[in-house]
């Protein structure tokens, strides 16, 4: 089974301090095909790089560029624009745009799991995968 990964999961699993770290670690099935975007990517590094941790945004991105665990898709033009019509649709309720473009990536890719905690995934009519 191939399931997407969102920033709230990444940001869980680093942080042991995290609300979601155990259910984030307990998630973690090697079994599974983990899929996430470039633009998730950046939102992670970026929100590490806020909480003032640019050691961990590096190891991260390092980490993620080198190693297999996950695969990262690259956003291409027809995607960009279903995303930005899905934002018109879920920005209302609080959606990221981050979000609107996973959603038409997991679309796209006929895509119904995802490792996150942000209930937006489930709003917009996406199977949240908690341990």
């Known amino acids: 089974m191939t399931v997407f990964v969102d920033t709230s999961y990444f940001i869980a ?3 042991s301090s995290d609300k979601w ?5 307990r998630a973690d099935d090697p079994r599974l095909d983990l899929v996430t975007s470039n633009e998730v990517v950046n939102e992670t590094i970026s929100v590490l790089r806020a909480r003032n941790s640019l050691s961990l945004a ?3 991105l390092r ?3 080198e190693g297999h665990d996950v695969h990262i898709l690259y956003v291409d033009a027809a995607t960009q624009s279903a995303a930005w019509d899905l934002y018109a ?3 209302g309720g609080g959606a990221s745009a981050v979000d609107c473009t ?8 006929g895509l119904s ?3 996150t ?3 937006h995934f489930q709003r917009a009519g996406f199977e949240i995968i908690r341990a």
């Open 113 to 115: 799991s995802a490792f």
């Open 58 to 60: 590096l190891d991260f």
């Open 89 to 91: 649709r879920y920005a």
């Open 63 to 65: 980490e993620i560029r």
């Open 102 to 109: 996973s959603f038409a990536l997991m679309r796209r890719l």
């Open 13 to 15: 699993l680093m942080y």
């Open 21 to 25: 770290h155990a259910a984030a670690v």
């Open 117 to 119: 905690f942000d209930a």
